[in-house]
């Protein structure tokens, strides 16, 4: 992945011109014609070269070194040393090369040709960059720096600059290695030097892809492609690719990434890159891994390490171990994945790669704690997770930390198994945040990466009865998931999120970190003392020893001291005297739970997807979290939603096949919790349910299951929450209505939206819709068809008090790229959802989107995050609360259902009771639900015509009365 500006390595013709051109001594007839002959050997030797006959070059630029030789002409013989070691270097044969340029660099030394030197100094510190020997590259980089900064020649400075940025590279040293990249990148620009400042680009971008700052990686490889595709560069363009397949695969886009790596490839065969041929197939084998496709990678794998076997490629020999192993082990053959395991992290320690020393024991610590030697596990990802620390690569600490949660989990520790799957997701969620400049689908796709351990972290709190924090942990999950979709929601709230931490769990990581420093320090000071002797230790260095040795019996060696450490003990013994972990401060749970009680005997409902059952967590506002595990797999889950919404979605469908799905449904979300709904701690019943679903479940409306004997609508009032309507149950509505409705009737509109073209057809409904609603409730301002622009839209907004605000018209959330998302408006127009966001909605009660799908635009089961998208949005525009469909609904049920409901509002009842009654009248086909009077005294009536509003259209199937969902604030 690392270009080094060797002059070997990047332009043949130049470099190796100019040591022709560097010979010039004087000299008599005799020794000019031998000098001549040899020149001439020299050029056809450089022209084989350039024509990859590396054979027939060899044997010419012996030739000519034997002529320099005959006339002892030491110029020449230190430059055709160089050329010749150059032809070994082009044939992977370093040994020979690094042997031949060390005897050039004595000669070029003795004649003092300053030339000459810079170029085999640069040339040796390539091969020993290959080799994985970074410590003596930086040393012969650094040689070449020094001359190059004596001749003054600004492009060799570069050069050199970029080098010690590689050789600090290989040694995981990232800031200085960004330190003389970006030196060197300066003066590419300044010199207009397009294929080095592409280098430089591509070595930047893979500082960052190592140290998991994804975003800024892609960034810089896109740059640097650009530039090598404007100049041709096939070696480079090939490379560039491999890097951003990789990045994509790494963030779980494998078909893309397998993609772009196989255009890679193609490009490195057509020019005999075997390197370049070896780095791309290790990135398909790692994307066909990850798929579990174990066959084909490691088929793929073997063939790389092949290529890094013939060409001496020692650091990608030691991947392909390395990914051999995870193989192996994924098969289940552990003997075979530690053979692998261990070649591998040998080579890793023999070119002091750190980055890939702290993989290779991570995955062999996995192997011992699958095999349950736990201590040594641990022991091996302590040196994995200290190494990862030094070199700043957060993928790697979360995955340790992951690692050894789940191995304290294992041993039934569950207390340090959750301190530990804290911070893994405190550094997942650091990590995520660079992801925010990213486009969905990577954001989307990173956090399925990553999702399992929060979900294993909250799976042990609930096991523990710590529900509360369960909740926290999966509220951070969902917060990232809308996060993902909404790529400026950082710019709303640039306040970090993250777990909360016990003072015992920020002990015990306190602890685990100063006993893992304590055991570095040791190790740095014994090494010394062996490989420089006892008298290399300063006095400081002497007293830290003694003070590390003296407190060497309570340090962590292993599992099994490390809990027996006193300090430990004491916080996990308080840890376990804490009553069912509920006396952690969680503020805005605290606070949610609080201002449920706001709501008319509320409770508040997680229902949480786990592989093996569904966790049904039930808050009411003055007792604990109520905990119901329910046995039944995630699969059977989702086969049951996918049944049930393919249903829900056909309105000529049967009633009682959809009260058969919806009771399945039922059984598992709320007959467990029927006793806890039916009593509250104040003696009442349950009212309302401040739902809050997990996963697929979002795509089902709470209120059309059905309990065998009537639908959950007629039972409960039922309200979304998202992360965005915590904290807001506490805002009472205003008790005057000022409303603006707006309906797009004569809507036969075909925009064009993200590069997809919609056709819309007209919503005769709508008109009578908002006329009726303003016949119903006064201080209501209609705005139809063309006088419903999405200019005078946002001012009116903006200009007056409108406390609701209902748009009927059609709409789509795309679930594939939400910034596409949109409104139609009576002009033709659309307002996409980031346009909605940045409305000004802070008057806004409720904002009712009486539309074609605004709730959710896909068609099949995904993670159901887009269906509280809409209301997300809206809500960060200040409203208070949010109504939205979650399928294609019918107008006219529409129009009844949406009269009923603001009948209800004008009857004084708060939201979420009055949309529950609104379904309730087309459930029973009676108005006289919402307030107990008979129907013709209500007196809804058609705008239009002036006759009744018939409810007889509707029936009740849910497909009519069910598809809104109230998101937000249920008052």
Not at 306 to 317: F, P, T, V
Request: glycine share 6%; net charge negative.
């Amino acid at each position: 992945m690392l270009m080094i500006d060797s002059s070997e390595a990047v332009q043949k013709n130049p470099t190796v011109e100019y040591r022709v051109k560097s010979i010039s001594v004087k000299q008599d007839d005799a020794v000019t014609s031998i000098t001549d002959e040899a020149e001439q050997l020299n050029r056809i030797g450089i022209a084989l070269i350039n024509q990859e006959k590396y054979s027939e070059a060899l044997e010419k630029l012996l030739s000519s070194l034997a002529l320099y030789r005959k006339i002892n002409n030491l110029q020449g013989v230190g430059v055709l040393l160089s050329n010749i070691a150059t032809v070994y270097e082009y044939q992977y044969k370093y040994e020979y090369a690094l042997d031949v340029h060390i005897q050039a660099l004595a000669i070029l030394q003795e004649v003092d040709n300053r030339h000459g030197q810079r170029n085999t100094l640069n040339s040796i510190g390539f091969i020993f960059n290959r080799l994985g020997d970074y410590t003596n590259s930086l040393e012969f980089f650094k040689k070449a720096l020094v001359i190059d900064q004596e001749i003054g020649e600004l492009h060799n400075i570069g050069i050199s600059l970029n080098n010690i940025g590689s050789a600090y590279h290989g040694l995981s040293d990232y800031s200085q290695a960004l330190e003389f990249y970006n030196q060197s990148l300066e003066i590419r620009k300044k010199l207009n030097d397009l294929q080095g400042r592409a280098a430089v680009l591509n070595n930047i971008g893979t500082v960052y892809f190592e140290q998991s700052l994804y975003s800024r990686a892609i960034d810089f490889h896109q740059q640097s492609l650009a530039i090598r595709r404007e100049i041709f560069d096939s070696y480079g363009i090939g490379e560039s690719l491999n890097n951003i397949g990789l990045i994509f695969a790494v963030l779980g886009q494998y078909k893309r990434g397998v993609d772009i790596s196989m255009e890679a490839l193609e490009i490195q065969e057509s020019v005999s890159n075997f390197r370049g041929m070896r780095e791309a197939l290790t990135n398909i084998g790692f994307m066909y891994s990850r798929q579990g496709q174990y066959e084909n990678a490691r088929l793929i794998y073997s063939r790389a390490l092949e290529i890094s076997q013939n060409i001496d490629d020692r650091r990608g020999e030691a991947t392909l171990l390395n990914s051999l192993g995870l193989i192996y082990s994924r098969q289940g053959d552990d003997s075979k994945a530690l053979s692998s395991y261990q070649k591998s992290l040998k080579i890793r320690r023999e070119i002091k790669n750190p980055w890939g020393i702290s993989e290779t024991l991570h995955n062999i610590a996995a192997v011992y704690s699958r095999q349950g030697e736990y201590d040594k596990a641990l022991e091996l990802y302590n040196e994995s997770l200290l190494i990862a620390q030094d070199i700043s690569d957060l993928a790697g600490q979360g995955s340790t930390l992951g690692s050894i949660g789940s191995l304290f989990k294992e041993q039934n520790q569950f207390e340090l198994g959750i301190t530990f799957l804290k911070k893994a997701v405190t550094v997942y969620e650091s990590i995520h945040g660079d992801l925010s400049v990213l486009d969905h689908g990577l954001q989307d796709s990173y956090k399925e990466t990553v999702s399992a351990t929060y979900r294993e972290l909250a799976d042990l709190l609930l096991q523990e009865n710590r529900v509360l924090e369960a909740q926290a942990v999966l509220d951070l999950l969902r917060t990232q998931e809308l996060e993902d979709y909404f790529q400026d929601v950082r710019s709303h709230d640039d306040a970090p999120r993250n777990v909360d931490y016990w003072q015992p769990e920020e002990e015990i990581l306190t602890l685990y970190k100063e006993v893992l420093l304590a055991k570095e320090d040791l190790a740095r000071l014994k090494a010394k003392a062996d490989t420089e002797g006892y008298d290399s230790l300063t006095s400081e260095e002497l007293e830290l020893y003694d003070q590390l040795s003296a407190r060497e019996g309570e340090l962590l060696d292993n599992f099994t001291e490390f809990l027996e450490y006193p300090a430990v003990k004491a916080a996990i013994a308080l840890l376990r005297t804490s009553t069912e972990g509920q006396n952690i401060e969680l503020a805005s749970l605290r606070t949610l739970q609080n201002n449920i009680a706001n709501l008319p005997n509320a409770v508040l409902l997680y229902p949480l997807i786990f592989e093996d059952r569904l966790e049904l967590i039930l808050v009411p506002p003055d007792a604990p979290p109520i905990r119901r595990p329910v046995e039944v797999s995630a699969k059977d889950v989702n086969e049951a939603i996918l049944n049930y919404r393919t249903l829900l979605r056909s309105p000529h469908g049967s009633t009682q096949q959809a009260k058969a799905a919806a009771q399945k449904l039922y059984n598992w979300l709320i007959k467990d919790i029927e006793e806890d709904l039916a009593l509250l701690d104040n003696g009442t019943s349950t009212q309302t349910i401040v739902y809050s679903p997990d996963g697929a479940l979002r795509y089902i409306p709470l209120v059309a299951l059905h309990d065998g004997n009537q639908w959950l609508a007629e039972r409960f009032s039922v309200t979304h929450i998202t992360t965005e309507s915590i904290s807001d149950f506490d805002t009472p509505p205003q008790t005057e209505h000022n409303i603006l409705a707006a309906a797009c009737a004569d809507c036969s509109f075909s925009p064009t939206v993200g590069g997809e073209q919609y056709t819309f057809s007209d919503l005769p409904f709508t008109r009578t819709e908002v006329n009726n609603l303003a016949a119903q409730i006064p201080n209501t301002d209609v705005l139809l068809d063309v006088a419903f622009s999405k200019t005078d839209t946002k001012r009116r907004i903006a200009l007056s008090n409108y406390n609701i605000i209902h748009l009927a018209t059609h709409g789509a959330f795309i679930s594939t790229s939400p910034d596409d998302s949109f409104l139609l408006f009576g002009d033709g127009d659309i307002a996409t959802l980031r346009d909605i966001s940045s409305w000004d909605l802070e008057d806004a009660d409720l904002v009712v989107l009486s539309a074609c799908e605004t709730g959710l635009g896909g068609q099949d089961l995904d993670s159901g995050i887009e269906v509280l998208g809409l209301g997300y949005q809206i809500q960060r525009a200040k409203a208070k609360a949010a109504m939205a469909s979650l399928w294609r609904v019918d107008d006219g049920g529409t129009q009844a259902l949406m009269n009923a409901f603001y009948l209800a509002l004008s009857e004084g009842l708060p939201k979420a009771e009055a949309l529950r009654r609104a379904q309730l009248a087309l459930i029973k086909d009676d108005l006289s639900v919402i307030s107990g009077e008979s129907r013709a005294a209500i007196n809804i009536v058609d705008f239009d015509t002036g006759e009744p509003i018939s409810l007889k259209a509707s029936s009740d199937h849910p497909y009519y009365w069910a598809p809104f969902i109230l998101i937000g604030n249920g008052l």
